[in-house]
Every structure is written in C-alpha cells, then in structure tokens.
Nanobody, 116 residues
C-alpha cells in the first residue's frame, strides 16, 4: 500500500518561496497522475495543482497559476511543488495524492504559513 509523506513546509514571509516534496513508499507513483491539495484553517481541502504520469502535462488552480510549479521525478518516486511569490492566503496544510481520484490514504501533510 502506497504511503505518502509530505515535507518542506515552514514559515515564510510574503513574497518568499518554498519547495514541497511528496515522497511515496510501498508502491510506484509512475502510473498515476498526482495532485497537490491544501486545507486552510476553517475551510475545505481544495485542489492546487496536478501533473500527469509522465510530467508533460500540468494544470493549476487559478489562485496559484503563475506562482506555483508542480513537477515529478518518477525515478525518485517523488512529486514536488515549487511555490514562489507566496501570499498570506496560501497559508494551509498541503497534501499530495493521486489525481483525479485520490486513491491513496492521505498523509499528514506539511504546514505552510505565510506571514504578511
């Protein structure tokens, strides 16, 4: 059973950058489209970005388009989210999972906090 571990979050000032990682164990991610999601305090989990199995196709929520970049390294069984020009409204716990269907058990997520 695939287990996902997100990392790379932290506290950053507005305008700063972070790079999140989603490492998988127990199975290969290479056959799956993958996505990043986030849950802000008091809100539902929302879609952030997706990438197809090969990494050649990506799609972003309007709120992060032009600032975030999703990528993957199938050899390392890892998916990344490069986040630039961070805004306070990006503050959330960030998760990864397969996409469009969330086939894996959700991990703990990684907290991103952006101060103004």
């Amino acid at each position: 059973q695939v287990q996902l571990v997100e990392s790379g979050g932290g506290l950053v000032q507005a305008g700063g950058s972070l790079r999140l990682s989603c490492a998988a164990s127990g199975g290969a991610l290479s056959a799956y489209g993958m996505g990043w999601f986030r849950r802000a305090p008091g809100k539902e989990r929302e879609f952030v970005a997706q990438i197809n199995w090969s990494g050649h196709s990506t799609y972003y929520a309007d709120s992060v388009k032009g600032r975030f970049t999703i990528s993957r390294d199938n050899a390392k069984n890892t998916v990344y989210l490069q986040m630039n020009v961070l805004k306070p409204e990006d503050t959330a716990v960030y998760y990864c999972n397969s996409h469009p269907t969330s086939d894996f058990t959700w991990g703990q997520g990684t907290q991103v906090t952006v101060s103004s």
